[in-house]
């Protein structure tokens, strides 16, 4: 990058619209027969989205609506969603808002006076529309007219969390949720010049759960189906092709134990198809479908160590590998009319995502695209090709066309980055494995180079944001913050910014997590030291002049590597820090265990940063909005209480009425909370 490029890399250039990255394509979806892909994007690199249209055959991309003609900054967001009503109009949903596209553009609303609608899904057979409303389950015959019918009604604290429909076309399987006896809160707030209060759903570590129960609905009736433990969780449920069985995916809080109950939906009889037990489970990665015969059941689980495909043929059976190896499956799509499982994996590299297929009778594998990086399938309904939201390091996420039958080249569909982005040479991205001095295991960084770079170069660096699965080879590495910027804005200042691998991660297998459980703050933060005294050794950076960031659970963990290693950092940026696990959702005890037995209050202890602060001798600072309902800025006001009476130094950002996600709520508070944080990093580092 030169130095009038670096100088121009300003937060202003990354973070506004137009984005100099273009807008990400979402949604895609392909009609029913397979001869066009719909999807949500928008051309000119601005937020809000419009339905555009890509002819397989024509190979001629459209823009099928112009409800955002004239949009451009601060507006809405556009289209939320679609969905093919046939082969030639698309319902869609704006503002919350049903809508139908003619095939000349023409839009009109349907279901008027229904709000907060989402989860379009489609009849295979009568072309039906099912929704979401509010807390119901909806469907409506478009052809017909008429107001929709409710399905499963919902209530003040009663919803239908997921749905879809049957083989036949006709019935619908959902999930209930009821949080009639989960814990509520209130957060009280002042922003813009005003007291709030805000109530949540939010139950604690011990707490009362949410209660699930599936349901299928026929003919207008509905046949529940309940579990032995309804706040037990439900990771995938579904009817075989004839609709004679219903399976539930179920496991306990702690997801030790996994049970799939088989349901025979004419008498409602259960048993157990399958049951396993697991004490190092940290992971919900599951994934369950019928096998064609609709007998049996195709099972991804880790139980011969890695996440893998078996075929589970009757009930009590053993499982019966498909797959195997020292790498794992992400998720799958059964192609039962081809005989072939299609699937996503990292089996070419710990930080890819490639498409394979495999038989369902088993034999050899093939790797179906080639170019590394992340590639996400959309499959057509006869499996004949592909839409593929690929992205790399170096490349922002753009949507391709690939043949799976008949060969042929991959088509680009969508060229989303301004030309702007072309003109200026990004940081380069490299990755460097390093081992665990705990366990010996392999590791490894993703890092991000500053201009120029050379090994023994004395750069300052920055470790984050850090979080478990953010070894990613795409545009930004992890992309649930958009910290793409950041990292370029340091790169390009001469930091070395790094994403180190940590245990609790996707693609490694089951014994190369063992160490995380009951470990928050302390097996993931040697991972760190680890990737920082490798990294340091190899000659990136100073090993003075090291610092580290993160929000949530990557707050948890530059606090304690504060905290616990004294010296070994130079400073630390801490985003909506988790400090206190009593105040996780119940969820973590997946990892820091549940709140029971004799051990669970040390055992919560060793895992709060809220009681190990009197390490603290290194720069910090504290970001945290006050609505945030996910970690309480409450807790953060009992951390900052202690550090006071201990005499600690560190700074405090406070965001008035901004929730969890802090860095994307607006993109004047993303400019913000970044720009806090490099200006917090060049003051700490520079020499």
């Known amino acids: 990058m030169t130095s009038s490029a670096t100088d121009s890399l300003s937060f202003e250039t990354l973070y506004s619209e137009p984005y100099i990255i273009g807008t990400l394509p979402i949604g895609a979806q392909w009609s029913g027969d397979g001869r066009k892909l719909a999807f949500l994007w928008n051309d000119g690199g601005h937020t809000f989205r419009d339905i555009w249209i890509w002819d397989r055959e024509s190979k001629g991309l459209y823009r099928q609506t112009h409800l955002g003609t004239g949009q451009t900054s601060g507006e809405p967001a556009g289209i939320a969603e679609l969905a093919w009503l046939g082969a030639d109009r698309l319902a869609f949903v704006l503002d919350g808002r049903l809508h139908i596209c003619l095939e000349d553009g023409t839009v009109r609303p349907l279901a008027i006076g229904q709000g907060s609608v989402r989860a379009l899904a489609v009849s295979s057979t009568t072309g039906a529309l099912a929704f979401l409303s509010g807390n119901a389950l909806l469907c409506i015959d478009v052809d017909a007219g008429g107001a929709p019918e409710t399905l499963v009604a919902g209530g003040d604290f009663v919803s239908v969390e997921s749905f879809h429909w049957a083989a036949n076309g006709q019935d619908i399987v959902f999930v209930q949720a009821d949080d009639t006896n989960t814990r509520k809160i209130e957060i009280a707030y002042d922003a813009r010049g005003e007291a709030h209060k805000d109530r949540f759903v939010r139950s604690f570590p011990g707490d009362l759960l949410t209660r699930r129960r599936v349901g299928i609905v026929s003919a207008g009736a509905t046949r529940w189906f309940d579990r032995p433990d309804a706040e037990d969780a439900i990771w995938g449920y579904d009817l075989s092709p004839d609709g004679a069985s219903l399976f539930i995916s179920s496991s306990d809080l702690s997801i030790k134990h996994h049970t799939i109950f088989m349901f025979d939906t004419r008498t409602g009889a259960r048993n157990v198809f399958y049951a396993a037990h697991d004490p190092i489970k940290i992971r919900p990665d599951w994934q369950v479908a019928f096998a064609p015969d609709g007998k049996g059941l195709i099972v991804l689980t880790d139980r011969d160590g890695y996440n893998h495909l078996h075929i589970l043929p009757s009930e009590g059976a053993a499982l019966e590998p498909m797959t195997a190896g020292a790498w794992e499956i992400a998720d799958f799509c059964l192609d039962a009319a081809n005989g072939l499982i299609y699937f996503t994996a990292n089996a070419a590299h710990p930080a890819e995502r490639h498409v394979y297929s495999v038989g369902i009778a088993g034999g050899a594998i093939a790797q179906l695209t080639k170019a590394a990086g992340i590639h996400v399938p959309t499959y057509t309904a006869d499996f004949s090709a592909f839409a593929d939201l690929f992205s790399d390091d170096m490349t922002p996420p753009e949507l391709f066309v690939r043949p799976l039958q008949g060969g042929g080249e991959a088509t680009q569909v969508t060229h989303s980055p301004l030309p702007a982005f072309a003109s200026r040479r990004w940081a380069d991205v490299r990755y460097v494995p390093f081992k665990s001095h705990v ?249």
């Open 439 to 687: 366990d010996g295991v392999e590791l490894m960084a993703r890092v991000t180079l500053p201009p120029g770079f050379t090994l023994h170069g004395n750069y300052p660096m920055v470790v984050g944001s850090v979080y478990s699965d953010g070894l990613l080879n795409q545009w930004g590495g992890r992309a649930a913050h958009p910290s793409w910027g950041i990292d370029q804005y340091l790169a390009a200042r001469g930091f070395v910014v790094v994403s180190p691998e940590i245990r609790g991660s996707f693609g490694r297998g089951r014994e190369w997590n063992r160490p995380m459980l009951h470990s928050y703050g302390t097996q993931d933060i040697e991972d760190i030291a680890d990737c920082v005294t490798t990294l340091t050794g190899l000659g990136y950076a100073d090993p003075k002049r090291v610092g580290l960031w993160g929000s949530s659970y990557g707050g948890l963990m530059t606090l304690m590597s504060l905290f616990k290693k004294p010296g070994f950092y130079a400073a630390g940026f801490a985003g909506a820090p988790a400090t206190n696990v009593w105040h996780a959702y119940p969820e973590q005890g997946w990892i820091m265990g549940l709140a029971e037995g004799e051990d669970f209050i040390e055992r919560y202890r060793a895992q709060s940063a809220l009681f190990h602060t009197e390490g603290l001798q290194d720069e910090l600072m504290i970001l945290h909005g006050t609505k945030d309902e996910v970690v309480l800025y409450a807790d953060t006001m009992a951390l900052v209480e202690k550090l006071i009476a201990q005499g600690k130094t560190f700074e405090l950002v406070t965001l008035p009425g901004t929730g969890h996600a802090w860095s994307k709520q607006s993109r004047n508070l993303t400019r913000f909370a970044y720009g806090k944080l490099a200006d917090f990093f060049e003051k700490a580092l520079r020499p």
